[in-house]
């Protein structure tokens, strides 16, 4: 963790900090990674990538939520989004996090939520995707995952590369036919439940992602790195595995040179554009992930 995500953690526990940062941080940087705070930002966000030949999930900011009324409030920001995509024909689809819908309150009441959300994505044929959050989380979403996709067609979930039993579950998600998202982890793990060495990591990533798609699986495969990259597009010549099996995506303001270089060569590419005005967690574990963020954002800090 840098300074600088320090420095804003400190922020972010400060009320009245909190506040300015919410007001101002767009300036910072934020807007690099996150399309805005209001619909229309959103809605021009994911316009202009469409246009591009990309595809695109929207997320309404939100996470960590412990009171029902707050779970109320995320659930109805979830329909309205899908409302938007709906009613102007964007490309999207739709990527929520449990621990936004009241999870921690109750499986049930979290349930409830979603079937709510996913009735509503059903109607418009829209797809919506359950995001991994941190390990403590892990089982209920593979617990709810499951629950919903006997009832749904339209739903998928994520699994990290990071932790020991993803191959585990790799394994047991194929009887449902999972379409899943595959990334390498995002939050930080003990060596209890995650594997802590990079290279470990990175070879159970490719691990998993052949695995999955060799099952005859759908996977987006979700990464920036290139030699991911490079070696799922060998892989999936050599095994004669069709472009419409896979997606590879990308987070909003990672990487455009490469979204764009794969969407002319024919791959389906699908970019994470969140937007609201709960963007701090999500900023903080962009500068986390990399130092060059943080010198971006540092650059932002003192432009006029
Ligand atoms: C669309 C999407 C959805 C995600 N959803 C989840 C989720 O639900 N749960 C979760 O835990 N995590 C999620 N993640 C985050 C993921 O787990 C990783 O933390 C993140 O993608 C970094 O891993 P990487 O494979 O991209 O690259 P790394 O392994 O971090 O880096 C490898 C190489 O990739 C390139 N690279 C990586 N990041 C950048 C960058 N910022 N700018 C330029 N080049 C870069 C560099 O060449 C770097 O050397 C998601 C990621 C994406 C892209």
């Given at each position: ?10 922020v ?22 996150v399309?805005?705070?209001?619909d229309a930002?959103a809605?021009?966000c ?11 999930m ?8 412990y ?26 689809n ?10 921690d309150?109750s ?10 959300i ?12 359950l995001?991994?959050e ?7 979403t ?18 990290q ?9 790799i394994?047991d998600l194929?009887?449902?036919n ?16 995650a ?29 920036h ?13 050599e ?66």
């Amino acid at each position: 963790m840098s300074v600088m995500s320090t420095f804003f953690q400190v922020v972010g526990k400060n009320k009245l900090a909190n506040k300015l940062a919410l007001r101002f941080g767009m300036r910072f940087g934020a807007q690099r990674f996150v399309a805005g705070d209001k619909d229309a930002e959103a809605i021009k966000c994911v316009q202009e990538l469409n246009n591009k030949g990309l595809l695109t999930m929207l997320n309404y900011l939100g996470e960590f939520v412990y009171t029902e009324e707050a779970a109320h409030v995320a659930t109805q920001n979830c329909i309205k989004t899908l409302d938007i995509i709906h009613h102007n024909k964007l490309q999207s689809n739709l990527s929520i996090k449990i621990s936004s819908l009241g999870v921690d309150i109750s499986q049930e009441f979290c349930l409830s939520n979603l079937r709510k959300i996913l009735n509503h994505a059903q109607k418009y044929n829209i797809f919506v995707r359950l995001e991994m959050e941190d390990y403590a989380h892990c089982q209920g979403t593979l617990d709810i995952y499951k629950t919903l996709r006997q009832e749904f067609e339209n739903i998928g979930t994520v699994l990290q590369a990071y932790l020991y039993r993803t191959m585990d579950d790799i394994k047991d998600l194929n009887q449902y036919n999972a379409n899943l998202r595959l990334v390498k982890g995002a939050y930080l793990e003990s060596g209890q439940v995650a594997y802590q060495n990079k290279v470990d990591v990175d070879k159970n990533y490719m691990e998993m992602i052949k695995t999955h798609l060799l099952n005859g699986n759908y996977a987006g495969i979700a990464s920036h790195d290139d030699k991911v990259v490079e070696e799922v597009v060998k892989f999936t010549n050599e095994n004669n595995i069709s472009k419409d099996q896979f997606e590879f995506q990308m987070l909003l303001g990672i990487r455009g040179d490469l979204q764009q270089k794969l969407a002319a060569q024919g791959y389906r590419v699908r970019v994470y554009v969140p937007y609201g005005i709960d963007w701090f967690g999500y900023f903080m574990r962009r500068l986390a992930e990399r130092p060059e963020n943080v010198s971006f954002v540092l650059k932002n800090l003192f432009k006029k």
